[in-house]
């Protein structure tokens, strides 16, 4: 009967050592994602993909950041139906690089990226790609959305995972009137 109570007693030690040992893990794993710093940088001509990256930032619990460029866009830059309008040059040639204001620090300090745009030519405005090479994302987790009037993301997805192999792509999305709770459900299918 001694032996029963016995082994009986290291049974439950060993049960309650088990549980103590899952308790320590997922407590080193929630710490670990509280740890994980989160950007939510942005450009925005006329201010639509500003208030999505405002409620991303807040979903997300991440730090905004505003991609400037150097020289704003006026409402004739942004004129694509005229072929020498400055957006249209700039989508026109795949090596434009549009200056940047460049004060973002501690770009180190962010794991999760998240890149927002409104869709210019089906894809990403090549001032993107001039905040993506002024700054080191390698190993960064970068996923993009953005803000359009009929395109997906999917030609953004596609050529900045060719373009920039060494960042950890995540697929973005057009988020066009998406509320808290879409935006949430969209950024836990992330992890």
Same mark, same amino acid.
């Not at 690089?97 to 409104?118: H, M, Q, S, T």
């Not at 009037?149 to 973005?172: C, H, L, Q, R, V």
């Not at 999305?173 to 935006?183: A, C, F, G, Q, Y």
């Given at each position: ?73 006026? @409402? +004739? ?5 005229? &072929?020498?309008?400055?957006? #249209?040059?700039?989508?026109?040639? =795949? ?69 920039? @192999? +060494? ?5 973005? &999305?057009?988020?066009?009137? #998406?509320?808290?709770?879409?935006? =949430? ?7």
């Amino acid at each position: 009967m001694k032996r029963f109570i016995l082994s009986i007693a290291a049974m439950a030690m060993v049960i309650a050592s088990c549980g103590q040992n899952k308790k320590t893990e997922q407590t080193e794993n929630t710490q670990e994602e509280k740890q994980m710093k989160t950007l939510v940088a942005y450009f925005s001509a006329t201010g639509t993909t500003k208030a999505l990256a405002e409620k991303v930032a807040a979903v997300t619990g991440g730090d905004l950041y505003e991609i400037k460029p150097e020289v704003i866009y006026t @409402p +004739e830059d942004l004129d694509w139906t005229v &072929k020498k309008s400055r957006s #249209s040059v700039e989508m026109a040639d =795949k090596a434009s690089r549009p200056a940047i204001v460049k004060d973002l620090e501690g770009i180190d300090e962010y794991d999760n990226i998240y890149v927002g745009f409104p869709i210019w030519w089906y894809t990403a405005p090549t001032i993107i790609n001039t905040f993506l090479e002024t700054y080191n994302f390698n190993g960064k987790k970068v996923v993009f959305f953005g803000t359009s009037g009929g395109s997906t993301m999917d030609k953004a997805n596609a050529e900045f995972k060719a373009a920039y @192999p +060494e960042i950890n792509w995540k697929d973005g &999305k057009v988020l066009n009137r #998406s509320t808290d709770e879409d935006i =949430k459900t969209w950024v836990e299918s992330l992890k």
